[in-house]
């Protein structure tokens, strides 16, 4: 996964050097998250595996199948992803792109999973919290899985991750006690 990481890097910053130069990241980021959707799609993806299509005509049916206004700002990425046959770095180069577009405009997001639903008031408190921390403005999802038993896991976009959680309270104390 590092190594398509590392390929999607250089795609990700010339995307968004030139939305900055242009004044529209957040179009671009509509633009990669609509190719990633396409990409994905199985219908999508069988026919540009096709070997009897040529690349010409898979930059064709990508750019059918995108937004009009999509069509006319991404070909010259569609193209060289199809010419280097790197169109399965779409998703990567959607993920590296948000990263830089969120630090640029000094927010971080933020996935908390929680063994039981947050009330809004503990939500707004585990923001204002983040907030301190990290001095960034904080886009926060939450997810329930009751197997953490109680308490809560933090994970930041930029790798921070803070296990408060008991199952891994639990397992943090096994570990000790092994050795």
Known sequence: MSNIQTYARP??????????????????LDILSELVVLVQDEMVAQTLKNPALSKDNKVSVLLTLLS??????????????????????????????????????GSLS?????AFPLTDEKQTELVDKLKAKFAKDIQMTVDIDQSLIGGMIVKTEDGYVFDGSVRGKIQTLAENLQK
């Open 11 to 28: 795609y990700a910053k010339a995307v968004y050097d030139y939305a900055l130069q242009t004044s529209n990241q957040t179009q671009w």
């Open 110 to 114: 933020v996935s908390v999973i929680s």
């Open 68 to 105: 009009s206004q999509a069509q006319s700002i991404a070909s010259g990425l569609i193209k060289q992803l199809i010419s280097k046959n790197r169109l399965n770095l779409v998703p990567y180069i959607y993920t590296q792109y948000k990263r830089l577009k969120d630090l640029n405009e």
